[in-house]
Protein backbone atom coordinates (compact mmCIF):
# COMPACT_ATOMS: atom_id res chain seq x y z
CA UNK A 1 0.00 0.00 0.00
CA UNK A 2 1.25 3.50 -1.03
CA UNK A 3 1.77 5.92 1.77
CA UNK A 4 -0.39 9.11 1.37
CA UNK A 5 2.25 12.16 0.92
CA UNK A 6 1.66 14.58 3.63
CA UNK A 7 2.16 18.20 2.17
CA UNK A 8 0.98 20.06 5.36
CA UNK A 9 4.98 19.42 6.05
CA UNK A 10 6.01 21.11 2.91
CA UNK A 11 3.55 23.87 3.53
CA UNK A 12 5.03 24.09 7.24
CA UNK A 13 8.67 24.09 6.02
CA UNK A 14 7.85 26.93 3.51
CA UNK A 15 5.93 29.35 5.92
CA UNK A 16 9.00 28.61 8.23
CA UNK A 17 11.38 29.89 4.76
CA UNK A 18 9.19 32.89 4.60
CA UNK A 19 9.99 33.53 8.59
CA UNK A 20 13.86 32.85 7.20
CA UNK A 21 13.98 35.72 4.57
CA UNK A 22 12.31 38.07 6.92
CA UNK A 23 14.96 37.28 9.18
CA UNK A 24 17.55 38.03 6.90
CA UNK A 25 15.82 41.10 5.38
CA UNK A 26 14.69 42.80 9.14
CA UNK A 27 17.50 41.76 11.56
CA UNK A 28 20.58 43.28 10.08
CA UNK A 29 19.39 46.70 10.01
CA UNK A 30 18.29 47.09 13.88
CA UNK A 31 22.13 46.54 14.59
CA UNK A 32 23.09 49.41 12.19
CA UNK A 33 24.14 51.79 15.20
CA UNK A 34 25.33 49.08 17.03
CA UNK A 35 28.29 48.09 14.37
CA UNK A 36 28.87 52.07 14.02
CA UNK A 37 29.74 52.15 17.77
CA UNK A 38 31.44 48.97 18.22
CA UNK A 39 33.52 48.50 15.13
CA UNK A 40 33.56 52.14 13.90
CA UNK A 41 32.24 51.62 10.53
CA UNK A 42 30.95 54.94 9.38
CA UNK A 43 27.51 55.33 8.07
CA UNK A 44 28.09 55.13 3.83
CA UNK A 45 29.51 51.80 4.75
CA UNK A 46 26.70 50.89 6.71
CA UNK A 47 24.17 51.81 4.07
CA UNK A 48 25.87 49.68 1.49
CA UNK A 49 25.13 46.30 3.63
CA UNK A 50 21.04 46.34 2.67
CA UNK A 51 21.97 47.14 -0.84
CA UNK A 52 24.36 44.54 -1.10
CA UNK A 53 21.44 42.16 0.55
CA UNK A 54 19.20 42.97 -2.80
CA UNK A 55 21.65 43.31 -5.24
CA UNK A 56 22.98 39.49 -4.37
CA UNK A 57 19.50 38.46 -3.81
CA UNK A 58 18.57 40.01 -7.42
CA UNK A 59 21.59 38.35 -9.32
CA UNK A 60 20.30 34.78 -7.62
CA UNK A 61 17.32 35.93 -9.23
CA UNK A 62 18.74 35.92 -12.68
CA UNK A 63 21.02 32.73 -11.93
CA UNK A 64 17.89 30.87 -10.92
CA UNK A 65 16.07 31.20 -14.34
CA UNK A 66 18.79 29.10 -15.28
CA UNK A 67 19.92 26.42 -12.52
CA UNK A 68 16.90 25.81 -10.45
CA UNK A 69 15.63 23.21 -12.37
CA UNK A 70 18.66 21.81 -13.88
CA UNK A 71 19.51 21.02 -9.81
CA UNK A 72 16.10 20.32 -8.39
CA UNK A 73 13.64 22.38 -5.99
CA UNK A 74 14.77 20.07 -3.18
CA UNK A 75 18.56 20.33 -3.33
CA UNK A 76 18.12 24.28 -3.87
CA UNK A 77 15.86 24.99 -1.34
CA UNK A 78 18.29 23.15 1.41
CA UNK A 79 20.78 25.04 -0.16
CA UNK A 80 18.70 27.96 0.67
CA UNK A 81 18.16 27.29 4.99
CA UNK A 82 22.14 25.99 5.33
CA UNK A 83 23.30 29.26 3.52
CA UNK A 84 20.84 31.49 5.24
CA UNK A 85 22.13 29.74 8.75
CA UNK A 86 25.18 30.30 8.02
CA UNK A 87 25.16 33.78 7.48
CA UNK A 88 23.58 34.58 10.52
CA UNK A 89 25.92 32.56 12.89
CA UNK A 90 28.96 34.25 10.48
CA UNK A 91 27.76 37.59 11.45
CA UNK A 92 28.32 36.93 14.71
CA UNK A 93 31.76 35.96 14.57
CA UNK A 94 33.49 37.04 11.25
CA UNK A 95 33.44 41.31 12.32
CA UNK A 96 35.90 40.05 15.31
CA UNK A 97 37.69 37.74 12.97
CA UNK A 98 38.72 39.34 10.19
CA UNK A 99 40.85 43.14 10.07
CA UNK A 100 38.30 44.31 8.84
CA UNK A 101 35.32 44.25 10.35
CA UNK A 102 32.97 45.42 7.84
CA UNK A 103 34.68 42.74 5.27
CA UNK A 104 33.20 40.50 7.60
CA UNK A 105 29.87 41.44 7.52
CA UNK A 106 29.47 41.76 4.15
CA UNK A 107 30.92 38.28 3.94
CA UNK A 108 27.65 37.05 6.18
CA UNK A 109 25.30 39.22 4.71
CA UNK A 110 26.33 37.79 0.89
CA UNK A 111 25.81 34.14 2.11
CA UNK A 112 22.53 34.40 3.89
CA UNK A 113 20.92 37.05 1.45
CA UNK A 114 21.86 34.15 -1.08
CA UNK A 115 19.63 31.68 0.37
CA UNK A 116 17.28 34.57 0.54
CA UNK A 117 16.90 34.69 -3.22
CA UNK A 118 16.47 31.21 -3.47
CA UNK A 119 13.73 31.60 -0.72
CA UNK A 120 11.98 33.85 -2.91
CA UNK A 121 12.52 31.86 -6.41
CA UNK A 122 11.51 28.39 -4.71
CA UNK A 123 8.86 28.37 -2.03
CA UNK A 124 6.07 29.87 -4.31
CA UNK A 125 6.63 27.52 -7.35
CA UNK A 126 6.93 24.30 -4.42
CA UNK A 127 3.37 25.44 -2.84
CA UNK A 128 1.82 25.71 -6.61
CA UNK A 129 3.03 22.46 -7.24
CA UNK A 130 1.21 21.00 -4.26
CA UNK A 131 -2.19 19.54 -5.09
CA UNK A 132 -3.92 22.00 -2.97
CA UNK A 133 -7.46 23.13 -4.45
CA UNK A 134 -7.37 26.76 -3.21
CA UNK A 135 -4.10 27.74 -4.75
CA UNK A 136 -4.93 31.45 -4.48
CA UNK A 137 -5.84 31.53 -1.15
CA UNK A 138 -2.99 29.00 -0.08
CA UNK A 139 -0.25 30.98 -2.12
CA UNK A 140 -1.52 34.56 0.00
CA UNK A 141 -1.27 32.72 3.30
CA UNK A 142 2.31 31.77 2.61
CA UNK A 143 3.45 34.79 1.96
CA UNK A 144 1.63 36.15 4.89
CA UNK A 145 4.09 34.78 6.92
CA UNK A 146 6.84 36.87 5.94
CA UNK A 147 5.13 39.33 7.71
CA UNK A 148 4.47 37.87 10.70
CA UNK A 149 8.67 36.68 10.35
CA UNK A 150 9.33 40.72 10.26
CA UNK A 151 6.91 41.86 12.81
CA UNK A 152 8.16 39.01 14.99
CA UNK A 153 12.14 39.76 14.44
CA UNK A 154 11.63 43.52 15.32
CA UNK A 155 9.63 42.31 18.61
CA UNK A 156 11.63 39.75 19.53
CA UNK A 157 14.78 41.70 19.05
CA UNK A 158 13.39 44.69 21.18
CA UNK A 159 11.98 42.54 23.73
CA UNK A 160 15.93 41.18 23.83
CA UNK A 161 17.62 44.10 23.84
CA UNK A 162 15.43 45.81 26.40
CA UNK A 163 15.83 42.77 28.85
CA UNK A 164 19.73 41.57 28.12
CA UNK A 165 21.04 44.75 26.28
CA UNK A 166 22.14 45.55 22.97
CA UNK A 167 25.69 44.13 23.72
CA UNK A 168 24.62 40.40 23.85
CA UNK A 169 23.34 40.51 20.16
CA UNK A 170 25.41 38.08 18.81
CA UNK A 171 23.25 35.57 21.46
CA UNK A 172 20.34 36.60 19.89
CA UNK A 173 22.14 36.55 16.08
CA UNK A 174 22.92 32.36 17.06
CA UNK A 175 19.45 32.12 18.18
CA UNK A 176 17.52 33.07 14.88
CA UNK A 177 20.02 31.58 12.96
CA UNK A 178 18.22 27.88 14.54
CA UNK A 179 15.40 29.03 12.90
CA UNK A 180 16.82 28.39 9.00
CA UNK A 181 19.09 25.50 10.27
CA UNK A 182 15.80 23.51 11.82
CA UNK A 183 13.98 24.25 8.88
CA UNK A 184 16.72 22.49 6.59
CA UNK A 185 15.38 19.50 7.97
CA UNK A 186 12.05 19.80 7.15
CA UNK A 187 13.03 20.64 3.86
CA UNK A 188 14.90 17.58 3.09
CA UNK A 189 11.96 15.06 4.75
CA UNK A 190 9.02 17.02 2.87
CA UNK A 191 7.00 16.22 -0.27
CA UNK A 192 8.15 18.41 -2.74
CA UNK A 193 6.30 17.87 -6.15
CA UNK A 194 7.78 19.57 -9.91
CA UNK A 195 5.98 22.70 -11.20
CA UNK A 196 5.55 20.99 -14.53
CA UNK A 197 7.31 17.96 -16.25
CA UNK A 198 10.51 17.96 -17.93
CA UNK A 199 10.28 19.33 -21.57
CA UNK A 200 6.73 21.05 -20.74
CA UNK A 201 7.44 24.23 -19.67
CA UNK A 202 7.75 27.25 -22.20
CA UNK A 203 11.18 27.95 -21.92
CA UNK A 204 13.29 31.45 -21.32
CA UNK A 205 12.92 32.68 -24.76
CA UNK A 206 9.48 31.73 -25.58
CA UNK A 207 8.20 33.48 -22.38
CA UNK A 208 9.63 36.49 -22.96
CA UNK A 209 8.42 36.61 -26.41
CA UNK A 210 4.76 36.25 -24.78
CA UNK A 211 3.55 39.80 -24.23
CA UNK A 212 0.73 39.23 -21.72
CA UNK A 213 4.49 37.96 -19.56
CA UNK A 214 5.60 41.57 -20.22
CA UNK A 215 2.27 43.22 -18.64
CA UNK A 216 3.27 40.49 -15.37
CA UNK A 217 6.59 41.78 -14.74
CA UNK A 218 4.90 45.45 -14.35
CA UNK A 219 2.53 44.42 -12.14
CA UNK A 220 5.43 42.88 -9.66
CA UNK A 221 7.41 45.78 -10.44
CA UNK A 222 4.53 47.66 -9.02
CA UNK A 223 3.66 45.28 -6.18
CA UNK A 224 7.02 45.63 -4.92
CA UNK A 225 7.96 49.21 -5.29
CA UNK A 226 4.33 49.77 -3.52
CA UNK A 227 5.38 47.72 -0.79
CA UNK A 228 9.24 48.36 0.16
CA UNK A 229 8.71 52.32 -0.89
CA UNK A 230 6.43 52.87 2.74
CA UNK A 231 8.04 49.80 4.28
CA UNK A 232 11.56 51.26 4.25
CA UNK A 233 10.60 54.81 5.08
CA UNK A 234 7.26 54.44 7.82
CA UNK A 235 9.75 54.47 10.65
CA UNK A 236 11.19 57.67 9.52
CA UNK A 237 7.73 58.66 8.34
CA UNK A 238 6.41 58.14 11.81
CA UNK A 239 9.01 59.91 13.58
CA UNK A 240 8.76 62.98 11.82
CA UNK A 241 5.58 63.18 10.78
CA UNK A 242 4.16 62.05 14.09
CA UNK A 243 7.13 63.53 16.22
CA UNK A 244 7.47 60.39 18.14
CA UNK A 245 10.75 58.71 19.35
CA UNK A 246 12.90 56.42 17.24
CA UNK A 247 11.96 53.29 19.50
CA UNK A 248 8.26 53.93 19.25
CA UNK A 249 9.01 55.40 15.71
CA UNK A 250 9.92 51.76 14.85
CA UNK A 251 7.40 49.95 16.21
CA UNK A 252 4.67 52.44 15.19
CA UNK A 253 5.65 52.47 11.73
CA UNK A 254 6.94 49.30 10.36
CA UNK A 255 5.54 46.74 12.97
CA UNK A 256 2.07 48.56 12.04
CA UNK A 257 2.54 48.13 8.19
CA UNK A 258 3.51 44.94 8.52
CA UNK A 259 0.54 43.63 10.71
CA UNK A 260 -1.83 45.09 8.74
CA UNK A 261 0.04 43.63 5.57
CA UNK A 262 -0.01 40.28 7.15
CA UNK A 263 -3.80 40.79 8.14
CA UNK A 264 -4.74 41.53 4.26
CA UNK A 265 -2.69 38.15 3.50
CA UNK A 266 -5.04 35.95 5.78
CA UNK A 267 -7.90 37.40 5.08
CA UNK A 268 -7.88 36.70 1.16
CA UNK A 269 -6.68 33.10 2.32
CA UNK A 270 -9.26 32.61 4.16
CA UNK A 271 -12.25 33.96 1.50
CA UNK A 272 -10.33 34.02 -1.90
CA UNK A 273 -12.88 30.98 -3.41
CA UNK A 274 -15.40 33.63 -3.19
CA UNK A 275 -13.44 36.57 -4.27
CA UNK A 276 -12.30 37.97 -7.81
CA UNK A 277 -8.87 38.52 -7.56
CA UNK A 278 -8.51 40.87 -10.46
CA UNK A 279 -10.86 43.09 -8.60
CA UNK A 280 -9.36 42.28 -5.16
CA UNK A 281 -5.92 43.89 -6.95
CA UNK A 282 -7.72 46.72 -8.71
CA UNK A 283 -9.35 47.94 -5.43
CA UNK A 284 -6.36 47.47 -3.03
CA UNK A 285 -4.23 49.32 -5.82
CA UNK A 286 -6.30 52.12 -6.02
CA UNK A 287 -6.14 52.06 -1.85
CA UNK A 288 -2.72 52.01 -1.74
CA UNK A 289 -2.81 55.11 -4.30
CA UNK A 290 -5.06 56.73 -1.29
CA UNK A 291 -2.51 55.50 1.59
CA UNK A 292 0.12 57.41 -0.60
CA UNK A 293 -1.80 60.71 -1.20
CA UNK A 294 -2.99 60.56 2.80
CA UNK A 295 0.29 60.22 3.87
CA UNK A 296 1.95 62.69 1.71
CA UNK A 297 -0.80 65.28 1.81
CA UNK A 298 -2.01 65.05 5.19
CA UNK A 299 -1.71 67.83 7.63
CA UNK A 300 -2.40 66.07 10.67
CA UNK A 301 -0.15 63.65 11.97
CA UNK A 302 -2.81 60.88 12.75
CA UNK A 303 -3.82 60.68 9.50
CA UNK A 304 -1.01 60.47 7.99
CA UNK A 305 0.31 57.26 10.27
CA UNK A 306 -3.10 56.17 9.30
CA UNK A 307 -2.35 56.35 5.56
CA UNK A 308 0.92 54.52 6.81
CA UNK A 309 -0.28 52.10 8.51
CA UNK A 310 -3.31 51.03 5.94
CA UNK A 311 -0.97 51.17 3.32
CA UNK A 312 0.29 47.48 4.51
CA UNK A 313 -3.39 46.50 3.92
CA UNK A 314 -3.59 47.75 1.02
CA UNK A 315 -0.17 46.23 -0.61
CA UNK A 316 -0.91 42.80 1.58
CA UNK A 317 -2.51 41.61 -1.63
CA UNK A 318 -0.10 42.45 -4.40
CA UNK A 319 2.60 40.68 -4.17
CA UNK A 320 1.12 36.94 -3.56
CA UNK A 321 -1.47 38.21 -6.37
CA UNK A 322 0.73 38.81 -9.26
CA UNK A 323 2.47 35.71 -8.60
CA UNK A 324 -1.43 34.21 -8.96
CA UNK A 325 -2.14 35.80 -11.89
CA UNK A 326 0.91 35.03 -13.94
CA UNK A 327 0.21 31.47 -12.97
CA UNK A 328 -3.35 31.34 -14.06
CA UNK A 329 -2.08 33.35 -17.28
CA UNK A 330 1.05 31.29 -18.10
CA UNK A 331 0.29 28.04 -16.25
CA UNK A 332 3.84 26.79 -18.45
CA UNK A 333 5.72 29.32 -17.36
CA UNK A 334 7.96 26.98 -15.06
CA UNK A 335 10.65 27.72 -12.79
CA UNK A 336 12.03 31.02 -14.81
CA UNK A 337 8.73 32.84 -14.77
CA UNK A 338 8.84 32.60 -10.48
CA UNK A 339 12.46 33.74 -11.09
CA UNK A 340 11.47 36.28 -13.17
CA UNK A 341 9.04 37.27 -11.12
CA UNK A 342 11.04 37.44 -7.86
CA UNK A 343 13.35 39.27 -9.93
CA UNK A 344 11.03 42.11 -10.84
CA UNK A 345 9.93 42.67 -7.22
CA UNK A 346 13.05 42.93 -6.13
CA UNK A 347 14.03 45.50 -8.75
CA UNK A 348 10.74 47.63 -7.94
CA UNK A 349 11.95 46.82 -3.79
CA UNK A 350 15.10 47.84 -4.43
CA UNK A 351 14.82 51.27 -6.98
CA UNK A 352 11.92 52.67 -5.53
CA UNK A 353 12.97 53.48 -2.41
CA UNK A 354 15.88 55.12 -2.96
CA UNK A 355 14.11 57.49 -5.54
CA UNK A 356 11.81 58.55 -2.89
CA UNK A 357 15.04 59.36 -0.92
CA UNK A 358 16.64 61.30 -3.49
CA UNK A 359 13.45 62.98 -4.34
CA UNK A 360 12.69 63.85 -0.59
CA UNK A 361 16.54 65.19 -0.64
CA UNK A 362 15.89 67.43 -3.59
CA UNK A 363 12.87 68.68 -1.74
CA UNK A 364 15.14 70.14 0.84
CA UNK A 365 14.24 66.73 3.28
CA UNK A 366 11.02 66.57 2.60
CA UNK A 367 9.61 63.22 2.94
CA UNK A 368 5.77 63.56 2.21
CA UNK A 369 7.02 65.31 -1.64
CA UNK A 370 9.12 62.08 -1.75
CA UNK A 371 5.95 59.85 -1.02
CA UNK A 372 3.64 61.76 -3.33
CA UNK A 373 5.97 60.39 -5.79
CA UNK A 374 5.84 57.28 -4.81
CA UNK A 375 2.02 57.08 -5.26
CA UNK A 376 2.69 56.72 -9.53
CA UNK A 377 3.44 52.92 -8.65
CA UNK A 378 0.36 51.74 -7.26
CA UNK A 379 -1.45 53.91 -9.94
CA UNK A 380 0.77 52.32 -12.68
CA UNK A 381 -0.31 48.73 -11.26
CA UNK A 382 -4.01 49.67 -11.41
CA UNK A 383 -3.52 50.44 -14.95
CA UNK A 384 -2.13 47.55 -16.00
CA UNK A 385 -4.75 45.73 -14.29
CA UNK A 386 -7.39 47.56 -16.32
CA UNK A 387 -5.23 46.71 -19.45
CA UNK A 388 -4.91 42.81 -17.94
CA UNK A 389 -9.08 42.41 -17.73
CA UNK A 390 -9.46 44.08 -21.49
CA UNK A 391 -7.39 41.58 -22.74
CA UNK A 392 -9.13 39.18 -20.85
CA UNK A 393 -12.84 39.98 -22.01
CA UNK A 394 -11.18 39.85 -25.61
CA UNK A 395 -9.88 36.15 -25.56
CA UNK A 396 -13.33 35.41 -24.12
CA UNK A 397 -15.53 36.62 -26.94
Known sequence: MTKQKNYKKTLI???????????????APL???????????????IAMIPLVFYLTQLLVDLAATKFADKLGYRACVVTSQVLSALGL??????????PSPFIGILISVVLYAIGSGLIEVLVSPIVEACPFE???????????????????????????????????????????????????????????????????????RRLLKTPIFWLMI???????????????????????AVGVSKAVGDLAGPCLFAMFMGIARVIYGRFS??????????????????CYLLASLSR????????????????????????????KHC??????????????????????????????????????????????FPIILVIALIILRGTKKRQNT
Not at 89 to 98: S, V
Not at 300 to 317: D, E, Q, R, S
Open 134 to 204: NKDGMMSLLHSFYCWGAMGVILGSTLFFSIFGIENWKILTFIWALIPLCNTFNFINCPIERLIEDGKSMGI
Open 331 to 376: PLGGTAMFAFLALAGDLGAMTSPAMVGSISHAAGGDLKTGLLAGTA
Open 300 to 327: LPFLGLAGCALCGLAVGIMWPGSISISS
Open 218 to 240: VLMVCSGASEATMAQWASAFTES
Open 89 to 98: FLMAILPDIF
Open 13 to 27: ACYLGFVTQAISANF
Open 273 to 290: EKLDLTKVMLFCGMLCAG
Open 31 to 45: LFLTFRSTYGITLDK
